[in-house]
């Protein structure tokens, strides 16, 4: 099976415009979560789709927003974007979700610098 | 605001065994504890997960008290290969359901 495929990779944007990040989770998995990665406050969960609803919210502004599509595939949205949206944005597919005993397995990321 | 905090780095040699501990004061009650590891460049590889008592796969074993509000990971015989940086995860509860709390992650240094 296909891993868990994110993109673009690499992304540069500046301040103010806006980003949409894609997600592609492992095949039969419905649940998609994105994550933030920064140097400062290390990983900290976005939110998680399952069967194209979200089930679960990490504490981020209304900046970053999120769909699923039919498909499980998902993306991600930031509008606004400052220079402390810079990261890693990290995405982690599941069979059933993130509650209880369910392994994620991630995605090896989107780099996003913001200038 | 639930803090996850483990030790933020961890020095080791070949063939000794790690014990990393993840101090989760309130999470939630169904949910499971789960470990990750993580190299330069890559997204967290899953290495163990538990509810309570002890758990033990392959490569690792989870130690989990009575209270669930630590969590000690066991890597036995390091090597190498291991360094990596170390993640616990847990479920914690709030307005919008079950927010996964990550610690801040121990980076382990392996030396021959």
């Known amino acids: 099976k296909a891993g868990v495929t994110q993109t673009p990779r690499y992304l540069i944007k500046t301040r103010g415009q806006q980003v949409t990040l894609s997600c592609s989770p492992i095949?039969?998995?419905?649940?998609v979560s994105w994550y933030q990665q920064t140097p400062g406050q290390g990983l900290q969960f976005l939110f998680e789709y399952f069967s194209e609803t979200q089930r679960n919210k990490g504490n981020f502004p209304g900046r970053f927003s999120g769909r699923q599509f039919s498909n499980s595939r998902s993306e991600m949205n930031v509008s606004t974007l400052e220079l402390g949206d810079s990261a890693l944005y990290l995405c982690?597919?599941?069979?059933?979700?993130?509650?209880?005993?369910?392994?994620?397995?991630f995605g090896p990321g989107t780099r996003l610098t913001v200038l | 605001l639930a803090k996850t905090t483990q030790p933020i780095s961890m020095d080791s040699y070949e063939g000794q065994e790690v014990n990393i501990t993840c101090s989760h004061n309130n999470i939630a009650t169904n949910d499971y504890i789960t470990w990750y590891q993580q190299f330069p460049s890559q997204g967290p590889r899953f290495i163990i997960q538990?509810?309570?008592t002890k758990v033990t796969n392959e490569v690792a074993s989870l130690f989990i008290p009575a209270d669930r509000k630590s969590s000690t990971l066991s890597l036995p015989r390091v090597s190498l290969s291991d360094t990596a940086v170390y993640y616990c995860l847990v479920g914690v509860l709030n307005n919008a359901g079950n927010m996964l709390t990550f610690g801040g992650g121990t980076r382990l240094m392996v030396k021959p």
């Open positions: 538990g509810y309570k």
């Open positions: 982690a597919s599941s069979p059933t979700g993130t509650s209880g005993h369910n392994e994620q397995f």
């Open positions: 095949s039969g998995h419905r649940s």
